[in-house]
């Protein structure tokens, strides 16, 4: 009996020893890596990652003891759907809770879209509208005078201490490598200039919607260039206009008295393409233009539905506008 009691209870001093020894062992996991190391590193979190690859590359970056013990806090806490994307300034000396409080309570940089076919004073107002720190819209506007169609649609991961030319860099940038670079065989092979190219995408992005429509409506227009016959795109009348404080729109409908106007961006009075784009494209308006649809037609009119009706000649094209739009 005695034997088996001196067994329990050495078995009982031998847990606890284990279970101190095990929480002091963790609590240092918690610690910070070094104390003495002020110095900040900046630490991307992608959108999408898991908190496992999130805890491995913290510890990889020397910045926690222990990617496996990040995971289990993380959890323990709730704290997984808290974390955020982004950019963050993290150190060696901060513990393990304070680095978790710094990616769930904001990110040193924000996410901006900048949707396909606006305009550059769209982008600015967008921008000049977030919480950036150095960003000043009259500098943008001035650094993009002649970057029309070339401030690339995409979602961005700006720090929120970017300068305005950096921003404006960026878009360029985005720009070259995933048209210019990316597109440079196409480009080369389609008889165009890029210029011709991303002025007649940004005429198809405000025209049409879906990518088998934008290809349609491209191959009509390029047509129209082909034989020097005026492209009566509505759009380009909207850019003309600019912004329209009553309907408080960059793209107000256009009234008849445009097309008489003496801009050459009016393509109902100059034949051809405008000088430049009207806006910013997307991948799928720039590949359209790049590839269009081989047609036979020469008209298109969008009903109040959305739907296209194309036409090879003009008294059909009219009969579907009284048809669809009157």
């Known amino acids: 009996m005695k034997t088996v009691l001196k067994f329990f209870t050495g078995l009982f001093i031998l847990l606890v020893v284990i279970g101190v020894a095990s929480f002091f062992y963790f609590s240092t996991l ?21 908190v496992s690859a999130i805890g491995q590359r913290l510890e990889t970056a020397g910045i926690i003891r222990s990617g496996f013990l990040f995971r289990v806090r993380v959890w323990q806490k709730d704290l997984g759907q808290r974390i955020q994307a982004g950019t963050f300034l993290l150190s060696p000396s901060m513990s393990m809770d304070q680095v978790m409080h710094e990616l769930t309570t904001g990110t040193n940089d924000m996410w901006v879209t900048i949707p396909e076919g606006w305009r550059r004073e769209e982008i600015a107002d967008m921008l000049a509208s977030q919480e950036f720190d150095a960003f000043k819209k009259d500098e943008f506007l001035t650094l993009t005078k002649n970057d029309e169609g070339y401030l690339f649609p995409d979602t961005y991961l700006i720090p929120r201490a970017a300068t305005t030319e950096s921003i404006r860099n960026m878009l360029k940038d985005n720009f070259e490598k995933k048209v210019t670079t990316v597109l440079a065989k196409d480009i080369a092979e389609s008889g165009h200039s890029l210029s011709d190219v991303i002025t007649l995408a940004s005429l198809v992005q405000r025209e049409a919607r879906q990518p088998e429509t934008m290809k349609m409506v491209a191959g009509i227009l390029w047509n129209r260039v082909n034989i020097g016959m005026a492209l009566n795109v509505d759009a380009t009348l909207q850019y003309i206009h600019g912004y329209d404080r009553v309907e408080k729109s960059w793209w ?22 405008p000088p430049g784009p009207i806006g910013n494209p997307g991948l799928n308006a720039i590949t359209a233009a790049l590839h269009p649809r081989d047609t036979n037609y020469m008209f298109y009119v969008t009903d109040r539905l959305g739907t296209m009706h194309y036409a090879q000649t003009l008294e059909e094209h009219n009969r579907f506008v009284q048809q669809y739009l009157r």
Do not use: C
């Not at 256009?254 to 050459?264: G, I, N």
């Open 30 to 50: 918690t610690q910070p890596v070094n104390p003495e190391n002020l110095s900040k590193i900046s630490f991307e979190i992608p959108k999408g990652q898991s």
């Open 252 to 273: 107000s409908d256009p009234t008849a008295d445009l097309k008489e106007s003496t801009s050459h961006y009016n393509t109902y009075k100059y034949p051809g393409l």
